[in-house]
């Protein structure tokens, strides 16, 4: 398959070579950085913004209150400083003078007031509501009780204050989130449903073209109120195939490039190209999910069998390439400040024991309907496990779902198995805790193994109000080990990302959270090109 696949690629660079010539390289601007998103961004409205393509653009369009460093500390943005009381309830935030909107008028304690209200507003109908629910008034106003939130005051022009209703240790994290950026009230009064194509901000560029499917073209702000970006503009070339956009990269039309499976063994072959390449090692869990409502997988012995049967690290070596690293559990290493309990051995391999158990309490036969997203690599890999079962005495039905489908389904519990993984969203071990395992969250919200278990209900819920480091880390370290002991999950890696840059491309560094790059430091030296 990979020389069919290295075949094809070299085919299709031939092939397309003129036209893509003729097509691309004519438009190309020097003193703008190519990148390739797989797909069209969803919206530029940081209120509605939920894939990854959207987020990576509004990072450089907007700001929030904070921001992130490169070791995932939280550090200030548009609030120069902060203050939190002692009870953990109330934060004070401090905006710097003479930040700017890309319109001209400066930012104030106002429009955050106005711009996490209207996260709330039931007219926004924003997915991303629950950032701000930990706010004292939040629900009042939700449901229609309040025509404001009176858990954000204004102090002053520049001095904002947050009450919230509980200590919660996630929140100064989560309000580096994509949905926490500040808007311009009267944009968005003035646009409409338009703002979401046509935004303004305050961030180091701004939206100069979007063509739908095409591309999206930003521009250099040489009015942001912060250090200037090095680069005249940025372009986000949508090309959805990988093939395609691989030879775009060979030809020098993409300048960042994320590498897909396909091209991964070449890159890493080529040795000129490999010294362009940076490696991320990325805050996400891939796992395979096990529905613990009914039966079969209600039975925790049966999940203790298919988490013995799967030779996880050959899998991750073999037919993964070593792309990532094996995982113990749902949280990434570098999220968790605590040791794990070896003798739970999570990614143990003992197939003979997986037979003795299938006999032994009659399993044998079973049969498991195994749901995977229409994705060869994924369909690939449910062919391996579903070889691995069998070996151990269990039938595998595997289904294929377009991703839309696919979703719903998994998030109504159709499926007994399924194979999906989990990405940051703010640094915090909580976000891989209360998400998926949290009883209040089963469905669409993220525990779609519909796992229960008051203990760990109650030791997440401890986390989250726990202002001492040490004391969150002890809870969740007994939250995740009680998680792992209960096998809703079989933890497979934690996926690396490969990124490879052309040769001029100069300053460029991989994050990983993806709204962490405001594209302030990359720059180029395209001179002949």
Known sequence: MPRLTYGLLQAVGLSLLLLIISCS????????????????P???????????????IAAKLFNGLV???????????????????????????????????????????????YSFERLLAPSTKSP????????????????????????????????????LKRPFSPFLSMLTMTPAYVVPREALEADGSEFASHPEGTGPYILEKWTPNQEVVLKRNEHYSGSAAKLSGMVFRIVPEDLTAFTEFELG??????????AYRRLQNDSKKKQHIEVLQGLNTYYLGMNTSRPPLDNLALRKVISLAIDRRKILEKFYDGRG???????????????LDRNLNSAQYNPSLARQIVREKGFKGVKLKLYVAADQEAVDLAEIIQGYLADAGLTVVIRQLEWSSYKQAINNGEPDMFWISWWADYPDAENFLFPLFHSANIGPAGNRTRYVNNEVDMLIEQGQHAMDAELRAQVYRRAEEKIIADVPWIYFWHKNDYIVRQPWVEGFRVYPIYNMDKGLDVSLRRSNH
């Open 67 to 113: 921001k992130l460093d490169a070791k995932l500390n939280v550090v200030p943005d548009i609030a120069e400083s902060w203050e939190l009381s002692r009870d953990g309830l109330t934060y004070r935030f401090h905006l710097r003078r003479g930040f700017l909107f890309s319109g001209g008028r400066e930012v104030t304690a106002g429009d955050f007031k």
């Open 25 to 40: 390289s004519e438009n190309h601007q020097n003193d703008y950085l190519y990148f390739r998103l797989n797909s069209n």
């Open 253 to 262: 039309n993409i300048d960042v490039f994320q590498i897909p499976a396909s």
């Open 325 to 339: 690293r094996l995982a113990d559990g749902p949280v990434p290493e570098a999220l968790r400040s605590w040791h």
């Open 128 to 163: 991303n509501n629950w950032i701000f629910e930990k706010v004292k008034g939040a629900g009042d106003f939700r449901y229609g009780r309040a025509n404001e939130i009176y858990g954000f005051r204004i102090l002053g022009p520049y001095d904002l204050e947050i009450q």
């Open 42 to 56: 969803s919206t530029l409205d940081p209120a509605q913004i939920t894939d990854v393509q959207a987020s990576v």
